[in-house]
Nanobody, 116 residues
Framework: QVQLVESGGGLVQPGGSLRLSCAAS????????VGWYRQAPGKQREFIGS???????GYADSVKGRFTISRDSAENTVSLQIDSLRPEDTADYYC??????????WGQGTRVTVSS
């Protein structure tokens, strides 16, 4: 059973940075897509960005320039670097992966709170 485990969330002041990680129980190259999503209180889950097996990244317009996705194949992790954090970035952050066999997987999420 494939598992995804997010970590790195916490309380941070506005303007600060965080690096979230999504650790997979299998090779990240078994996925054709790994994406990051977030869900703020009272709102729908929204797409943040993604990385493909080939290494192509894409981002939602709302986060371009502040959010960066990268991967570490040795550690089987996909990371989300968030800079210049804003209170509106407060949310639960999730990673999602899909493989060629149609499998779809979600992590349990990690909470980010941006507050002074």
């Amino acid at each position: 059973q494939v598992q995804l485990v997010e970590s790195g969330g916490g309380l941070v002041q506005p303007g600060g940075s965080l690096r979230l990680s999504c650790a997979a129980s299998t090779s990240i190259f078994s996925f054709n897509f790994v994406g990051w999503y977030r869900q703020a209180p009272g709102k729908q889950r929204e797409f943040i960005g993604s990385i493909t097996r080939g290494g192509t990244t894409g981002y939602a317009d709302s986060v371009k320039g502040r959010f960066t996705i990268s991967r570490d194949s040795a550690e089987n992790t996909v990371s989300l670097q968030i800079d210049s954090l804003r209170p509106e970035d407060t949310a639960d952050y999730y990673c999602h992966a899909a493989n060629d066999e149609g499998g779809r997987y979600w992590g349990q999420g990690t909470r980010v709170t941006v507050s002074s």
